[in-house]
């Protein structure tokens, strides 16, 4: 019976393709599109302010409670802190890539490869809650400070309006290093990509046609490996744009997208709003992939 299954298959490749793609077309067509079509549905409903029940009737009030001041500062938070950490991600990961990519010698580049990819291996929340115990007041961080006669430097930093906080551990700052931590693989790995595309061939026609390093770096590394800084951008972006869970357990009472939707399903039931304030993130990410498409980045995946 199984060798005449095999060899049917075998003969019929087409009926062969479709077996195999049917469990993941099932998967992401019923299950993840199927509930990203029952968030849409929802987020037309509307939360009865009187009864607190929700009114499944077409209506965009849930859309209009979007544009209220505090959610609109919600949204340019989230979007600010995610652009924040792109950036430095992409400075932070560009010297990484280009050292796994063209400096490392073959010994050396597999424990660079670990060393990246590490963190991945451990659990995420427990990542986020050491960060939160290495940037507490008493912490590894305010040691460092305090131990080189620098703690007036921490105090000031802290004491800055919008990334201060009580502790690195409760502010906008230490969201931000820990947002960082976290994605930075994310960056690294399309960068290193990316890079070793680059032919060696071609830098050293630069070479040979007279060109410095730093111009060659500039006028051929830098822009064929921009695909791969814009394709580790849509992963620092977008995983920043939708997480809360930083957000609760380092930041103060500004909520990011994550946390008010959390706040609004959980807390107060309202699932019309809270739906309508996921599809934000949504629509930005939309956009942002439609640029990074004409930006090439999708061939650097």
């Known amino acids: 019976m199984l060798q005449r299954t095999s060899n049917f298959l075998y003969l ?31 987020s037309f409903f509307y939360l009865d302010d009187f009864s607190g029940v929700i009114v499944r009737e077409f209506s965009l009030r849930s859309y209009a409670e979007l544009f209220t001041p505090a959610n ?32 490392a010698d073959r010994r050396i580049k597999p424990l660079i490869y670990l060393s990246v990819m590490l963190p991945l291996w451990s659990s995420y929340l427990v990542r986020v809650y050491a960060w939160k115990l290495i940037l507490a007041k008493e912490g590894v961080v305010s040691w460092v400070f305090e131990a080189g006669n620098l703690g007036w430097l921490l105090d000031r930093i802290l004491a800055l309006p919008v990334i201060g906080g009580p502790s690195l551990s409760i502010s906008t700052l230490g969201m931000f290093i820990v947002f960082v931590y976290v994605w930075l693989p994310y960056m690294v ?20 046609l007279g060109a410095r390093p730093v111009e060659t770096f500039r006028r051929i590394t830098l ?14 972006f977008s995983l920043t744009l939708g997480d809360f869970i930083v957000p609760t357990v380092l930041g103060n009472s500004s909520f990011f997208i994550g946390q008010a939707v959390y706040s609004h399903q959980g807390t107060s039931g309202n699932i019309p709003l809270a739906a309508a304030m996921t599809t934000v993130p949504m629509a930005i990410m939309v956009v942002y992939l439609l640029v990074a498409r004409k930006l090439g980045a999708f061939e650097a995946l």
Do not use: C, H
Request: hydrophobic share 60%; charged share 10%; no cysteine.
């Open 12 to 42: 019929r490749p087409k009926i062969l393709l479709a077996v195999l793609l049917a469990p993941p077309v099932f998967w992401l067509g019923v299950v993840y599109f199927g509930a990203l079509l029952v968030l849409l549905v929802n």
């Open 72 to 103: 609109i500062d919600i949204f340019r938070r989230t979007a600010s802190m995610a652009a924040a950490v792109t950036v430095a991600s992409a400075v932070l990961a560009f010297p990484l890539a280009y050292t796994m990519a063209r400096k």
């Open 189 to 208: 790995l399309p960068i290193q990509a990316a890079l070793e595309r680059v032919p060696g061939s071609l830098l050293e026609a630069s070479g040979d």
């Open 223 to 236: 822009p064929l490996a921009f695909p791969g800084v814009v394709a580790g951008s849509i992963f620092t």
